[in-house]
């Protein structure tokens, strides 16, 4: 069974960089058929889908984060990662790690990271 | 404003059904799969429907949906309390280039 887990600091202060990572176990990174990526929700409401990154590097974003976010794999850890830049109060949010493949959206998902930005 | 609109909230009683729709554009829903996804308080949303209609596996047969024109719907038959969760519809949407949610839908039993 594929498990994916969040790791990270809880707070960040603001303007400072998030670095997160997502460690993938029970299957392979470098699977043909996956992609890895990132959804955030901030308190009480909705989700947004951040980045997408495959196995061989190449990369997908929001259009509206692709200024500030940097999605990145590494194949030899089964480790995906996720930094963002400029943080602000805006950015305070709950962050899930995932799994797309050729046939779905995100089906596995890891059990979240709150971040929050603060001084 | 999120790319895909659903009604912030619905209800019915146990036993019943329920319908949770999600409107789009030609650029989304139009012409792209849709995908729900139930959220439980404090957990990760979990995949209910991908590719319009299709459950994965261990999804109960009571979640269907179906997609027509830039619509799209998520039908819950025999309602149950632990029915009781936010629902969300997404989906790929070719202008924007971005995955795009709908805002979300929290249903109650009541």
Known sequence: ?119 | QSALTQAPSASGAPGHRVTISCSGTNSNIGSNYVYWYQQLPGTAPKLLLYRNDQRPSGVPGRFSGSKSGTSASLAISGLRSEDEADYYCAGWDDSLRNWVFGGGTKLTVL
Not at chain 1, 23 to 32: K, L, T
Not at chain 1, 34 to 50: D, N
Not at chain 1, 90 to 115: I, N
């Open chain 1, 1 to 119: 069974q594929l498990q994916l887990q969040e790791s990270g600091p809880a707070l960040v202060k603001p303007l400072e960089t998030l670095a997160l990572t997502c460690a993938v176990s029970g299957g392979s990174i470098s699977s043909s058929d996956s992609y890895w990526g990132w959804v955030r929700q901030p308190p009480g409401r909705g989700l947004e889908w951040i980045a997408t990154v495959y196995y061989d590097g190449r990369t997908s974003y929001n259009p509206s984060l692709r200024s500030r976010a940097t999605i990145s794999v590494d194949t030899t850890t089964d480790h995906f990662s996720l930094r963002m830049r400029s943080m602000t109060a805006a950015d305070t949010a709950v962050y899930f790690c995932g799994r797309m493949t050729t046939e779905t959206f995100f089906d596995y998902w890891g059990q979240g990271r709150l971040v929050t930005v603060s001084s």
